[in-house]
């Protein structure tokens, strides 16, 4: 069921358009009314915070930390960008390692990597499809999801974010708590700031303080979005 907001975002692109809606608008309708969604919805997205393993091809794979995505990410991804199966199958083998992460720091080089990599995929009794969906299972990945201006960069300020606003250790942070965990707090932490710069913004009568940046980005990419259906609308 559509938003109220995007039904008139829907309207006004159809009046501008003069576009005759079809079943082959259904997707971009359905990702309109998500980023209306998170604009005007309070309520946090569902995470996973059962860190249920998924078994796949004889091997348990399980959320992976922030340091096992910044291994990932910055050390492992980079040796691999033109090999699609290496490269699904590093982070698989280190969603295998979650609760050991010290075997991934033996992996120092690109031979030693290829080496272990490849003797986990031979014994990976499964195929490369289903091998995928697992981790995007996982990784709760959204497809239509973009990456945040800095992402990657922002690992430290995020740590200290989780210590200061819910303690626990660095360390805890980086290599025990699983992206889910994460998630879940991280979006309590956004739902809270966006409310309270809200509430100063309606208090205000004039010189209001800008929207809160999780809000600025939420409405561009509700405006991408929505520039992308008019610029396909009016083609056809």
Same mark, same amino acid.
């Given at each position: 069921?559509?938003?109220?907001?995007?039904?008139?975002?829907?309207?006004?692109?159809?009046?501008?358009? %003069?576009?005759?809606?079809? =079943?082959?608008?259904?997707?971009?309708?359905?990702?309109? %009314?998500?980023?209306?969604?998170?604009?005007?919805?309070?309520?946090?997205?569902?995470?996973?915070?059962?860190?249920?393993?998924? =078994?796949?091809?004889?091997?348990?794979?399980?959320?992976?930390?922030?340091?096992?995505?910044?291994?990932? %990410?910055?050390?492992?991804?980079?040796?691999?960008?033109?090999?699609?199966?290496?490269?699904?199958?590093?982070?698989?083998?280190?969603?295998?390692?979650?609760?050991?992460?010290?075997?991934?720091?033996?992996?120092?080089?690109?031979?030693?990597?290829?080496?272990?990599?490849?003797?986990?995929?031979?014994?990976?009794?499964?195929?490369?499809?289903?091998?995928?969906?697992?981790?995007?299972?996982?990784?709760?990945?959204?497809?239509?999801?973009?990456?945040?201006?800095?992402?990657?960069?922002?690992?430290?300020?995020?740590?200290?974010?989780?210590?200061?606003?819910?303690?626990?250790?660095?360390?805890?942070?980086?290599?025990?708590?699983?992206?889910?965990?994460?998630?879940?707090?991280?979006?309590?932490? =956004?739902?809270? =700031?966006?409310?309270?710069?809200?509430?100063?913004? %309606?208090?205000?009568?004039?010189?209001?303080?800008?929207?809160?940046?999780?809000?600025?980005?939420?409405?561009?990419?509700?405006?991408?979005?929505?520039?992308?259906?008019?610029?396909?609308?009016?083609?056809?």
């Amino acid at each position: 069921m559509l938003s109220l907001y995007a039904k008139q975002e829907l309207q006004n692109l159809l009046t501008e358009t %003069n576009h005759s809606l079809s =079943v082959d608008d259904f997707d971009d309708i359905t990702r309109l %009314n998500e980023l209306c969604l998170a604009i005007t919805d309070n309520k946090s997205p569902e995470n996973d915070i059962l860190d249920m393993p998924v =078994v796949i091809g004889g091997y348990q794979l399980k959320q992976p930390s922030i340091g096992v995505l910044e291994w990932y %990410n910055k050390f492992y991804l980079p040796l691999f960008t033109n090999d699609p199966l290496m490269a699904d199958g590093g982070l698989a083998y280190a969603l295998s390692l979650s609760d050991c992460p010290e075997e991934l720091w033996e992996l120092k080089d690109i031979k030693t990597c290829k080496k272990e990599v490849r003797r986990f995929l031979r014994r990976l009794k499964c195929t490369h499809d289903e091998l995928q969906d697992a981790i995007k299972v996982l990784l709760s990945i959204d497809e239509h999801a973009e990456p945040e201006d800095g992402e990657g960069a922002g690992a430290g300020r995020l740590i200290a974010m989780l210590c200061k606003e819910y303690g626990h250790t660095a360390g805890y942070w980086l290599w025990e708590a699983p992206i889910g965990i994460i998630n879940t707090f991280v979006n309590d932490y =956004v739902q809270r =700031v966006e409310m309270e710069q809200e509430a100063a913004r %309606n208090a205000c009568k004039t010189n209001k303080p800008p929207p809160a940046e999780s809000r600025i980005r939420k409405f561009k990419a509700m405006r991408d979005h929505k520039n992308q259906m008019r610029d396909k609308w009016q083609k056809k």
